[in-house]
């Protein structure tokens, strides 16, 4: 399995684009997180789906960010405009859900960092 | 959702045994425990998890006391490369779904 596949890997985008994030999660799992780390916050959970449905996303900062979630390969989070203020490193995160001795927990991906200059 | 707390940053030598203890004092019955680490550049990798007495893997031991109320990440025989931030994570398990939320971690730099 190759794990979960975000891409890009950098993005260096101007004040005003819009931003496009994507993810792939592990086949099989149903569950999948969006996740954006930044040194003063840390990591925050941002939205997160089961079977393709969006379930909380609470954490979502403002009306400029949204996610949708097509189909079970598949994944993205657009900023729209984008700001400074979104520079951080974008995680995708995949999971079965349960958290039982036979779990390994959420999957990670390596992860987009974010520019906007 | 229960709230985790761990030191900031932690020290250690090469070829010592390290023990990261996060308490987590509202904890419900259906909580587990898991840690995570994560190297710069990267994102968060499982560790182990855990709901009471105590579990060992082939990376680390974790410790849970009776109240649950803590527990203790144990890293044995260490190396430069465990040098991480390593989260200490509650959430539900029974249900079917859960989500983790993570705190700041504990930075460990494992020096030669």
């Known amino acids: 399995d190759a794990g979960v596949i975000q891409s890009p890997r950098h993005e260096v985008t101007e004040m005003g684009q819009e931003v496009t994030l994507r993810c792939k999660p592990i086949?099989?799992?149903?569950?999948l997180f969006w996740y954006r780390q930044t040194m003063m916050r840390g990591l925050e959970l941002l939205i997160y789906?089961?079977?393709?449905?969006?379930?909380?996303d609470s954490g979502m900062p403002e009306d400029r960010f949204s996610a949708k979630m097509p189909n079970a390969s598949f994944s993205t989070l657009k900023i729209q405009p984008s700001e400074p203020r979104d520079s951080a490193v974008y995680f995708c995160?995949?999971?079965?859900?349960?958290?039982?001795?036979?779990?390994?927990?959420?999957?990670f991906g390596s992860g987009t960092r974010l520019t906007v200059v | 959702l229960a709230k985790t707390t761990q030191p900031i940053s932690m020290d250690s030598y090469e070829g010592q045994e390290v023990n990261i203890t996060c308490s987590h004092n509202n904890i419900a019955t259906n909580d587990y425990i898991t840690w995570y680490q994560q190297f710069p550049s990267q994102g968060p990798r499982f560790i182990i998890q855990?709901?009471?007495t105590k579990v060992t893997n082939e990376v680390a031991s974790l410790f849970i006391p009776a109240d649950r109320k803590s527990s203790t990440l144990s890293l044995p025989r260490v190396s430069l490369s465990d040098t991480a931030v390593y989260y200490c994570?509650?959430?539900?398990?029974?249900?079917?779904?859960?989500?983790?939320?993570f705190g700041k971690g504990t930075m460990l730099l494992v020096s030669p």
């Open positions: 995160a995949s999971s079965t859900g349960r958290l039982d001795v036979f779990n390994y927990g959420y999957t």
């Open positions: 789906f089961n079977n393709n449905v969006p379930i909380d």
């Open positions: 086949s099989g799992h149903d569950y």
């Open positions: 855990g709901y009471k």
């Open positions: 994570l509650v959430g539900e398990g029974h249900s079917g779904y859960s989500t983790l939320t």
